[in-house]
């Protein structure tokens, strides 16, 4: 991924933050078909290693988890807030209106190997987890016991587990460090104007990545 200095995010704390606010991932695998790119919820864990691993599930007709080329790590991007942002809330605009729209965001891009866990004791594990904290916040959280064992089961065939220890991170936060301080100040007022979150999220990136 290319990335300016000015954009570019290492923080941890930071990088894995957007993964499991976002877990929802594009994972680009390698096969002998070429590459492929499914769309599948990874969960960030700690591991005990410097970037921990992600966790998941793919259907077991999915051919991701047998055509993956073991020696090829895999790729996992996961989106942030972004939004498209109009030179008309430039301040600068006014001054000869040297300015063009863009587009803002965030993303992290994971590396590391596949690793397939074809264990339904595994995949149970790893279901009642991801439940676990996606119920968290509901008055009445739903969890997978609360489903009939023998349907579970069932239904644990066909899914088929997946790992990948991350051996690379990268994240990306192009959120407008590069324009001068007016012009993120009225930027922010003009995305925090629109009142949906896309664009205050965005409002709020912008103004926690600005320079100081």
Do not use: C
Request: glycine share 6%.
């Amino acid at each position: 991924m290319y990335s300016p200095a000015h954009f570019e995010e290492s923080r941890l704390e930071v990088l894995q933050g957007l993964i499991r606010a976002h877990p929802l991932a594009t994972l680009v695998t390698l096969s002998a078909d070429g590459l492929t790119a499914n769309h599948i919820p990874l969960h960030w864990q700690a591991d005990g290693s410097a970037f921990g691993k992600l966790v998941g599930h793919v259907a077991r007709a999915n051919p991701l988890w047998q055509s993956t080329e073991p020696s090829a790590d895999v790729l996992a991007v996961f989106q942030g807030p972004n939004a498209y942002i109009t030179p008309s809330w430039y301040a600068t605009k006014q001054e000869g209106g040297k300015v063009v729209p863009t587009w803002n965001y965030a993303v992290v891009h994971a590396h590391g190997p596949l690793l397939v866990k074809d264990d339904p004791r595994w995949v149970r594990a790893q279901l009642e987890s991801m439940t676990t904290q996606h119920e968290a916040s509901r008055a009445e959280p739903w969890a997978v016991a609360d489903a009939p064992r023998e349907f579970t089961d069932r239904l644990l065939q066909a899914i088929v587990g997946i790992e990948i220890p991350i051996t690379r991170l990268q994240g990306k936060w192009k959120v407008s460090q590069n324009q001068p301080a007016q012009n993120r100040a009225s930027l922010i007022a003009g995305l925090t104007e629109q009142g949906h979150p896309p664009s205050t999220d965005m409002a709020a990136l912008v103004a926690a990545h600005s320079p100081s």
